[in-house]
């Protein structure tokens, strides 16, 4: 049995070795901590980017809130004109032989969205089923703007609109908009209030003017159906 014993210097040269070493291990450190600083830097920054990006969007959806609180207003408003002139003319209460005159339909003017129209790239900051919302109500809003001035009759037409092309998309964005707001108001995290707005009896004018185009289209087919069987 043999026992070596190292000798001082073996030692020696070993030390010196690691000592050549020092200053390449200093340095690897050195970029171990600088990569870990900047990850943990980059981190800190997307933490912050996030955040910002948060309450940038809650500060759309606290303005777009405001301006569909006073559109929604408009588009009840408009809904409940339309319907009293419909029913006062049919009843014999209004005089004069066309109830959508150009004076009449200077009452429903409509006013334009304009926080909507500043902050519509910012939309995108926002969760999707609550961007597909806000989409929704302004095209509604939007539709009917478009369909106030159809109200009017125009003998070049050949034919005339129903109440149904002003009564559709004002009462979507009437009855539809309180979910939307409630989303709103969950995501900004703040009590919003959604204010009960009075239709009067344009929900029954729609539905009945839904009903009858219904029964017409269901004449329509049921007339239809012998002609092909014959054509055929």
Known sequence: MHIVISSGQDSMSWYAELKSW???????????????????????????????????????????????????????RIARLVTQRYHDHGLGRFRGDEPFDHHFLEMLSLPEPPMYRALAPKVGLLPPDLTLALVTFYSDVEDLRSGIPMLQEDKTRGYDYSVLVVLRPALDAVQLAPDTLGKMAAFTGKPLAIEGLDLGDAVGLRDQEEEGFAEVRALRESRGKPNAAASG
């Not at 690897?28 to 997307?46: H, I, P, T």
């Not at 606290?62 to 009840?76: F, G, I, N, V």
């Open 22 to 76: 020092q200053g390449a291990l200093g340095s690897l450190f050195g970029f171990v901590l600088l990569v870990v600083g900047a990850l943990y830097n980059f981190r800190l920054n997307r933490k912050r980017d996030a955040l910002l990006r948060h309450e940038e969007a809650q500060s759309v959806v606290t303005a777009l809130y405001a301006e569909m609180t006073l559109l929604r207003r408009e588009c009840a």
